[in-house]
């Protein structure tokens, strides 16, 4: 599988396999949600945060390619096209003389 025509590495297939376990174990488990991100965040040393946000991910198809890293295109900006140039001006005015 390529992403934005690069193969990802072994190491980040390795990585995303292990995610992935984990994650079956907690949507395939028993145990409470919040008890099963702490043990899966400590065993993967993630933050509980990161575990929510492989989740959501991973959640859907349950694809191990879900997890693997995200290029540089796969993002989505935060801020407007309209605040970006209002910034830039900014910066050009007040600290770029």
């Given at each position: 599988?390529?992403?934005?025509?690069?193969?990802?590495?072994?190491?980040?297939?390795?990585?995303?396999?292990?995610?992935?376990?984990?994650?079956?174990?907690?949507?395939?488990?028993?145990?409470?949600?919040?008890?099963?991100?702490?043990?899966?965040?400590?065993?993967?040393?993630?933050?509980?945060?990161?575990?929510?946000?492989?989740?959501?991910?991973?959640?859907?198809?349950?694809?191990?390619?879900?997890?693997?890293p995200?290029?540089?295109?796969?993002?989505?900006?935060r801020?407007?096209?309209?605040?970006?140039?209002?910034?830039?001006?900014?910066?050009?005015?007040?600290?770029?003389?």
């Amino acid at each position: 599988m390529t992403l934005n025509g690069q193969e990802p590495s072994d190491e980040a297939w390795s990585k995303a396999t292990r995610i992935a376990r984990e994650l079956d174990r907690i949507l395939d488990g028993t145990e409470p949600m919040r008890d099963a991100v702490a043990r899966a965040a400590s065993e993967l040393r993630l933050s509980a945060r990161q575990i929510y946000n492989h989740l959501s991910r991973y959640r859907d198809e349950r694809r191990v390619s879900s997890l693997l890293p995200r290029t540089s295109g796969a993002r989505r900006t935060r801020i407007s096209q309209a605040v970006e140039e209002i910034i830039a001006q900014t910066l050009r005015e007040m600290w770029l003389s």
